[in-house]
């Protein structure tokens, strides 16, 4: 299961520096297409997890605010990063998109913080919070599943119908669309997972899943490729169609398969702390990436293996230096 998480994180480096980097993402559609799944079967594999486990409230909690501590942190030091740097290397802040703050730094802190928007990743945490804290109460995901996948395709009916209309919604709905409602998305493949658990069931590629992969994948990449050539974006399409369930599905199988096939050292150390590098890489690899390009010219692919390299390298100094601190400072810093 490592070696899957190591390629999920793997597939969404690489997947955001791509589209940090590349001025035109035409021809790598299919690619980001293929990639884009990774955080619907990294939520799968949380449920998964979580319904391996007895629950105890006491420690769900404890859980909970690990997690939060976490995200404080990383998310501070983002934010004072951002303040530090110049307007060009804080593209990545949404808070400062969505909501409009200029005011104090203070209260620019505050409501980055605890709004979940110091980049469109960190929303993921609040995911994370809630989809735990649900856990508690769930008896039997069986009788709950369908209600979950109902939600989930009525929430990306909603963000879809965002997609289309975000010229004429006011920048705090798109925040409240893509950021507040996600739990709703979230909890299918997380249900999922817990389900699957709860059977002692494990997914393995079949030649059906694979033909209704294939045809899944075609069409999310023409549904990629009319979204970005229309609106030269891929955000709000990104994670939230109906089509994008239908593959996130068909993906858990796909990616198993690829995770053991290349079960590498590498790609385990990566899925251990997974979700380490998902905090740091966005928005620092980015940062990164335009402070450097200011001085250095560089074709795109290599800005690409360089990023995903960087974050691979501030994942390793941080590890080293994790063995020198106190157990509570450590799990603040590195979540583990």
Known sequence: MESLRG????FVLTGHAIVGVYRDLTFLIPLLRFVSPSVFVFVYLFGYLQGRVKKNPLKVLRKTFSFFYFYLFWASVSF??????????STVWVTKRVFSVDDSILKKYLITIFSFTGSWQYYFVLVVMILLLIS??????????????????????FV???????????PPIE??????????????????????????????PRRFSLFLYTIFLVIGSLEYWKAY????????IDQFSLTGVLLGIYSIEVFTWLAEKANLSLLKRM????????MIHMPFQWMFYVFFDSFVDLPEWCWVIIMVMFSLMIMEILLKLARILPKPVRKVIIGA
């Open 160 to 170: 879809s119908f965002w997609f289309l209309t975000k010229d004429r919604l006011l």
């Open 80 to 89: 004072l990063t951002y303040v530090l740097l110049d307007e060009k290397c």
């Open 271 to 278: 899925g251990r702390y997974s979700f380490l590098l998902f």
């Open 7 to 10: 390629l999920l994180i793997l």
């Open 136 to 157: 508690i109460f769930i008896k039997d995901p069986r009788k709950i599943l369908p209600f979950s996948f109902a939600g989930a395709v009525a929430n990306s009916s």
């Open 175 to 204: 925040g409240a669309l893509i950021t507040y409602l996600n739990p709703v998305h979230w909890l299918f493949p997380f249900l999922m997972g817990y389900k699957d658990a709860f059977e002692k069931k494990k997914r393995e």
């Open 229 to 236: 050539e229309k609106f030269h974006t891929l955000l709000g």
